[in-house]
């Protein structure tokens, strides 16, 4: 088969990497931004405050370092957990072909759209 | 013994080709002492009651490693685990996970003892010194990094608690690589480049993915879960660096 | 072919059937593979030759081997923790998209951001990312509790101890939570000018 999927090295930095910024800024984010902010906690949304704070560069230039990082922790974590925790090892490499195409794709798809932004 | 002594059940796990192509559990009901382990139990069982049994023990004081066991579902060294704390029973007593089993409580270990030379767990110098050049001295510091792995007894433990070694076997497993990096953090050794040709290759290192059940179970305290993380950083940092060096293919 | 067994049973005999020996057939379907065997205990020099019984397989048939169940996981508690802890990706992967999906309702100026506000509003959508940040807190604290045994930190030839490492790591994420939660709320909550450039 030509396709083979990245060397273990790469795909486990990225992981860690995804994972320690993940256990760092995320439960943050979602607890302001989806669960405190839509329930009224933080009083009434100033729509350009947060506009203007989204497309300034240093927040666009921080997605897209940490969005790859988070899709690439999914996809590697994900594949073991299917793999040896469905115990499919004669799938083994289409499982990380799949997962770690899908981050890749993702990852693409959000640097466009941060790129677009704005 | 005057008064009426304490009972608890055993459920042996009982594998004898000879006889039956499948194995099956027998029940035996033990008399206990208070400060019993479990193997003391298993001793009573095959002195005095069925001599058939076979499992394996030698020291009975959690050094030699030899009578791990699987005890209602955890490996345990059997001379460490106190019938006490397992009551009211009944106790379960099956071989090691992981591991084919020969006869009744006996698991093969040959596929660790063919693992294990592998991963070259003995001091390797790039250059012999001749002995009149006297000791190669180490500071407190330097023992340090690496006396931890070097408690290991090859009681199997880790291997059994593994997930990863009980469905991929190829795996190389904790023990393992603990002993390689008993090696690799000592500083008299020389030998890492040679051992990570074992270590990060497929069945190396990049199968685990961190259950940490086999530190759980260690009666050495080595951490063999931790050994390995240590390791992937070691192999990662290792393999960054050899794509900033031409010629040297990671 | 005299049958092994006599071979073995009888002294003199032994040396003869040794050196007329197959080797011993591989046995289809067994676990493992075939393990190199040049390597040796004592090293790569000298090892001595292995005799082995022909008759022993690396795996005998008659040997016993216990198939390991689909739901492995739910053996013990620590595997229920383990199993729930890499779940946890799944909260990661849907976090980081709702972020995108959050930045591009931004973009599209304030009736879509408003429309997106209000699907977040919503009784079900607020229990769904209510259990998606249990999972993320999942996720941070079994990550950070991992943390001391993957490093090991030394300083001036001393390992720096664990305790010291997980308590580092719990006060950069309290640290950076503090930051973001902080930045949010000026964003959020302050109609009007924006005060940054």
Redesign the interface.
Known sequence: MALKPPREPLVWALFSAGGMVAALVLPALAGILWIAAPLGLLGPLDHEGLRLLAVHPVVRIGMGLLLPLFFFHWAHRFRHTLHDGLQLYHLSRFIALVTYGVALGLSLGALWILWSLG | MENAVDTVTLKVFRYRPETAPEPEYETFEVPYQEDWMVLDALNHVKDEMDGSLSYRWSCRMGVCGSCGMTVNGEPVLTCATYIEDLLPGPIRIDPLRGFPVIRDLVGDLGDFMAKLPRVKPWIIRKEEEPLDAGETLQTPEEVGAFRQYSMCINCMLCYAACPIYEMEPDFIGPAAIALAQRYNLDSRDHGADERMDVLSRKHGVWDCTFVGECSVVCPKDVDPAGAIQRYKVTATMDWFRSLLRPGRSG | MRSREEGAATGPDRATTGSDRAPPPAEAGT???E???E???M?DRGAPPVQENPRHT???P?????P?P?T??T??R??RA??LR??T??A??Y??????I???A??RG?ES??AF?AW??RPG??AF??F??AA??Y??VT??N??P????L?IR???VPSRIVLLAHHF??LA??AI??A??????????E?P?P
């Not at chain 3, 045994?149 to 090991?152: F, M, R, T, V």
């Not at chain 3, 930045?183 to 009007?192: K, N, Q, V, Y």
């Open positions: 676990r493992g593979g393990i190199p065997q390597l040796h205990a090293g690396r795996y005998h008659k040997w016993h081997r216990q390991t689909l492995w996981w053996r013990n620590r595997y383990f199993i890499e779940l990706s799944v990661v992967l976090a980081a998209v709702l972020l995108l959050h930045l591009l931004l973009d304030p951001h408003a506000q977040l509003a959508v607020v990312h209510l998606v940040l993320l807190l996720h941070t990550w950070l991992l943390a045994q993957a490093i090991a030394r030839g001393r390992r950069a994420w950076l939570s973001i939660v930045g949010l709320l000026f964003a959020l909550g302050d109609p009007g924006a940054w």
